[in-house]
């Protein structure tokens, strides 16, 4: 048995869970860690049903400064509380996972970025599946800040969690903010029909 990352996590990280082979990524939220268990929010769509197989094989990750990791977990206890938690025990070490090169559009839609405390309106500069970049009012911003992105693509609304991942000051005195997130399977997919119907659309000018 392996222990848990506590240097690479902390109380209240934003992480995710994958529940067996269903391949759905669901949010979740660091509660309580321990040497050898961590305590995590139970996810709102996924209940004990999920489990009824005797199933308790859970893939947790989450993102930090030197990319996504995830650690192989199992399932030990259901918490029954407010909010109904999960007790997860480790089984291997966690792995650092290479992200994979998505391909990147420019492209101006709005965002609203809901940070700590605030929301603040602004404009993509160019998006790709695995993270967007962002032009907002000059703002501070510390990196690894947890945000949550609130965007239509292609007529869809969806909301995407990620982390801050670099900002820089443009010359105009605005804030660019790249953001870097895993998206679930809904939204890859209308990120990944948009950013092809750009690139037609930019072939087809040539």
């Known amino acids: 048995m392996s222990g848990v990352s506590v240097d690479m996590l902390s109380l209240n990280a934003l992480v995710s ?10 949010p979740s939220r660091i509660e309580d860690l321990a040497t050898d268990t961590v305590i995590v929010a139970a996810p709102y769509h996924a209940n004990a ?8 094989a859970v893939q947790l990750s989450w993102v930090s400064q030197r990319g996504r990791y995830e650690q192989r977990c199992e399932l030990v206890e259901h918490i029954s509380s407010r909010p109904r938690l999960w007790r997860l025990r480790p089984l291997d070490s966690a792995v650092l996972i290479q992200r994979r090169r998505y391909v990147r559009a420019r492209t101006a839609v709005a965002v609203l970025l809901f940070l700590p ?26 990196e690894m800040t947890a945000t949550t992105i609130h ?5 869809e609304p969806l909301e995407i ?3 801050v991942v670099r900002t820089s000051v443009t010359e105009l ?8 997130f895993e998206a679930g399977r809904r ?6 029909r948009f950013v092809f119907e750009l690139q037609l659309r930019a072939r087809a000018a040539m």
């Open 161 to 163: 969690q990620g982390h």
């Open 117 to 142: 405390g605030v929301v603040v309106p602004g404009t993509t500069i160019d998006i790709s599946e695995g993270g967007f970049r962002v032009r907002i009012p000059r703002r501070e911003i510390e």
């Open 151 to 155: 965007v239509t693509i292609g007529g």
């Open 17 to 26: 869970l994958r529940i067996g082979d269903d391949g759905i990524d669901y």
């Open 187 to 192: 939204e890859s997919d209308a990120i990944r």
């Open 49 to 56: 049903a999920l489990f009824q197989s005797g199933d308790r």
């Open 173 to 180: 005195g605005q804030t660019e903010v790249v953001i870097a």
